[in-house]
């Protein structure tokens, strides 16, 4: 099987808090992990990938400062929402992949609600 | 520009038909592309990928083609039920990089 676990699923706060959001995967090893963020009847948008020990990269227009992440190990990233604002509020979906020309495997999204 | 077009209408059919669904693709030379199903409130789940070098592609119910020379891949599930509701994305890759995304096609099969 090919698990992806995201974490919380929904988030409620208020302007100017931090979100973080967690991404494992469960029964495999990530070389790579992907940040996307999805609007209402609209695609996926990549917003970074992560290689785990090194530096995300980072989708033209997505402010690297603002969407911080973190690939500590094989199986673990995480986004961190720094400051949220109400045009912050979206559904992010983060997905997992053993290596280039593999599927990618997604996390179940969380939805990120900002007062 | 490069674009990933899939048929914006949903598709409604009766049960027991097959489905087939359209990704069009412009400007892009994929080295591979691949199919999900997303329900509402959920993350994308995998179903096929298929390669350039492939024509067709099967998996029980599922078969996806290939075809680089119209660039456009077809998805057909046979033998649909009312579980398989739901938004189709097709989503491709240059090769070894980052995924990128059509809008989905929203399937509905009433029985």
């Not at chain 1, 302007?15 to 495999?28: H, P, Y």
Request: glycine share 6%.
């Amino acid at each position: 099987g090919a698990v992806v676990s995201q974490h919380p699923s929904r988030v409620i706060c208020k302007s100017g808090t931090s979100v973080k959001i967690e991404c494992r995967s469960l029964d495999f090893q990530a070389t790579t992990m992907f940040w996307y963020r999805q609007f209402p009847k609209k695609s996926l948008m990549l917003m970074a990938t992560s290689n785990e020990g090194s530096k995300a990269t980072y989708e033209q227009g997505v402010e690297k400062d603002k969407f911080l992440i973190n690939h500590a190990s094989l199986t673990l990233s995480t986004l961190t929402v720094t400051s949220a604002h109400p045009e912050d509020s979206s559904f992010y979906i983060c997905s997992a992949r053993r290596q280039a020309g593999q599927p990618q495997h997604f996390g179940d999204g969380t939805r990120l609600s900002i007062l | 520009s490069q674009k990933i077009e899939q048929n914006s209408e949903a598709l409604n059919i009766q049960e027991g038909k097959t489905a087939t669904l359209t990704c069009n693709y412009t400007n892009y030379s994929p080295a591979y592309l691949q199919w999900y199903r997303q329900d509402p409130g959920r993350g994308p789940v995998f179903l096929l990928l298929i390669r350039e070098n492939e024509k067709e592609k099967r998996k029980e119910r599922l078969k996806v083609t290939f075809d680089t020379t119209l660039k456009q891949s077809l998805f057909h599930i046979t033998a649909s039920q009312p579980a398989d509701s739901a938004t189709y994305l097709c989503a491709l890759s240059e090769w070894g990089n980052k995924l990128v995304f059509g809008a989905g096609t929203i399937l509905r099969v009433k029985s």
